[in-house]
């Protein structure tokens, strides 16, 4: 008997799957209408975020990292210690492992570990085998995790009429959610600049400009355009700028979060050299700590 479980109510909001939840259809289902949203999603990391090779799952499209998680035995996933990194090309120690022997995992732990790995990776309701074996729906970001359930398409969800804050929850879903009033983030942390939504909710673009992720972001394909010069059309910098230099990579620095991944500070602003951190200073909340 296969039983079904979804950690849905947990990691995603009130916006996307009501509690009734209707039923996914799965993405090919979509392509037949919506050809050129099918295509340029194909091309997007999120369509490979999770595959399979035999008894191994592949955790990441592979444009910065793989780590591979395979079964133990009824009741153990392992989380390998070691995942293949793209720049530089090396096999090295996962995020957040101290030794390659890697992390065990039990399938029904309180916290859903692994569920939620394979939740945030894949699409529709999680399954199981008889085995308790898990059984993503469809593996990767597919239309219905943003969309949600397609099978009543009145009921889907239409991005379009969401704003900044809309997004950042829609989005916030898996890459998390800005802070709340209140809650506090160590912006010290290079890791949280992973963290897309948390850092461009504290932008003065996002406050007050209404800039989203697909503002820059294309939804489907996740390619990324310049539009800077949309709002930004004259600025006079003090400071000397060669026309090599694009406006992203001072004001959207990058940051290692470790030796072999890096992320660009969506928190944008207008930094010190070489502290991509935090800006000099923030749009809310009084002035950021500069210097640390
Ligand atoms: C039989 C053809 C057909 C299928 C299959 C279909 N759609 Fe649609 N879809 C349409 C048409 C036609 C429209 C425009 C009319 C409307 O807005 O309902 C539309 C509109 C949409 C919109 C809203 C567009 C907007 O302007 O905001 C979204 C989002 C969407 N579809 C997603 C999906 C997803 C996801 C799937 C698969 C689960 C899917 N559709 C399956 C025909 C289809
Ligand atoms: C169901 C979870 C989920 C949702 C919802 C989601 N993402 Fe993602 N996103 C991921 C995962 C997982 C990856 C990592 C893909 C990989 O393995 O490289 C990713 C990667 C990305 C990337 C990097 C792609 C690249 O080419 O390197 C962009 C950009 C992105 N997401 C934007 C968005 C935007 C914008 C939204 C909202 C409209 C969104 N995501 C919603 C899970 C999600
Ligand atoms: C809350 C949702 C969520 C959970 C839970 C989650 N991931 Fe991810 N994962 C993401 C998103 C979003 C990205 C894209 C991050 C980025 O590139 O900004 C990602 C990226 C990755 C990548 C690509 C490398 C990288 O950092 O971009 C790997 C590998 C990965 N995840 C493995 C895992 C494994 C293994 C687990 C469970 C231990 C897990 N993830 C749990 C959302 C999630
Ligand atoms: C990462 C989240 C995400 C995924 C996955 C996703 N969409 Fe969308 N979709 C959006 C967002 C956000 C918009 C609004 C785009 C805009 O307004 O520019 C959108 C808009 C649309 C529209 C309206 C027309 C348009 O292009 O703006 C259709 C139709 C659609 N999506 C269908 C699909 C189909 C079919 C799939 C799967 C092949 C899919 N979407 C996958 C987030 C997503
Ligand atoms: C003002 C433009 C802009 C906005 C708004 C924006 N991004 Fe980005 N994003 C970028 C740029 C530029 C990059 C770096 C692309 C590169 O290096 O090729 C990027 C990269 C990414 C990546 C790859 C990992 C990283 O951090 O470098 C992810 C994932 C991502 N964005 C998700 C999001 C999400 C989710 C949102 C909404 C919360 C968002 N972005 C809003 C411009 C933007
Ligand atoms: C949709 C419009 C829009 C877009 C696109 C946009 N911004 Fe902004 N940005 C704003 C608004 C509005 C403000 C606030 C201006 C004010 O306070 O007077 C702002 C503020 C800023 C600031 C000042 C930040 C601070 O903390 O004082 C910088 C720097 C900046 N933007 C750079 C950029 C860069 C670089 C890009 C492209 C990656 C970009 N913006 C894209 C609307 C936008
Ligand atoms: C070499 C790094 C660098 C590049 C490239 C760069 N900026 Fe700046 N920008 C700065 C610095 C430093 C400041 C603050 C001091 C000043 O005005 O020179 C600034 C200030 C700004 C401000 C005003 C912030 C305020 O507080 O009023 C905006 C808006 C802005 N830049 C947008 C852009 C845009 C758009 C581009 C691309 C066309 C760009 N910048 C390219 C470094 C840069």
Redesign the pocket.
């Known amino acids: 008997m296969a039983v079904s479980f979804s950690t849905r109510a947990v990691l995603f909001s009130s916006l996307i799957l009501s509690p009734a939840a209707a039923q996914f259809t799965g ?1 090919a289902a ?2 037949e ?2 050809q ?3 295509a ?3 091309r ?1 990391a ?1 369509s490979y975020a999770l595959s399979r090779r035999n008894e191994l799952w592949l955790f990441g499209a592979g444009r910065q990292a793989t780590t591979p998680v395979s079964r133990l035995d009824a009741d153990y996933y392992l989380e390998h210690g070691l995942s293949q990194y793209t720049s530089p090309n090396v096999k090295a120690l996962t995020p957040g492992h101290t030794k390659p022997d890697g992390v065990k995992y039990r399938v029904f732990d309180p916290g859903a570990q692994i569920l939620r790995c394979f939740q945030c990776h894949s ?1 529709g309701k999680l399954n199981f085998t008889p085995e308790q074996g898990i059984l993503p729906a469809e593996n990767g ?7 949600g359930p397609g099978a009543d398409h009145s009921q889907l969800l ?3 009429i ?1 704003n900044a804050a809309g ?1 950042n929850d ?2 916030g879903a898996c890459h998390r959610q800005p802070p709340k009033p209140g809650e506090d983030v160590n912006w010290q942390d290079p890791w949280n600049v992973r963290h897309q939504p948390v850092s461009l909710s504290q932008s003065a673009c996002f406050e007050k400009g209404n800039v989203s ?2 503002t820059c972001h ?3 394909s ?1 390619e990324v355009k310049s539009t800077c010069a949309n709002c930004h059309a004259t600025v006079t910098h003090r400071a000397k700028i060669s026309a090599a230099q694009t406006c992203e990579s001072c004001h959207m620095p990058k940051v290692a979060a470790s030796p072999q991944l890096s992320f660009s500070n969506h928190w944008i602003g207008v930094y010190a050299p070489r502290k991509p951190l935090l800006p000099l200073h923030r749009s809310k909340g009084g002035a950021a700590p500069v210097g640390r």
């Open positions: 993405s979509c392509a209408c919506h050129p949203q099918w340029a999603q194909k997007s999120h699409t970001v597919q239309c219905e995790a943003c969309h239409r991005p379009k969401l997004l829609l989005c992720c697909i294309d939804a489907h996740g």
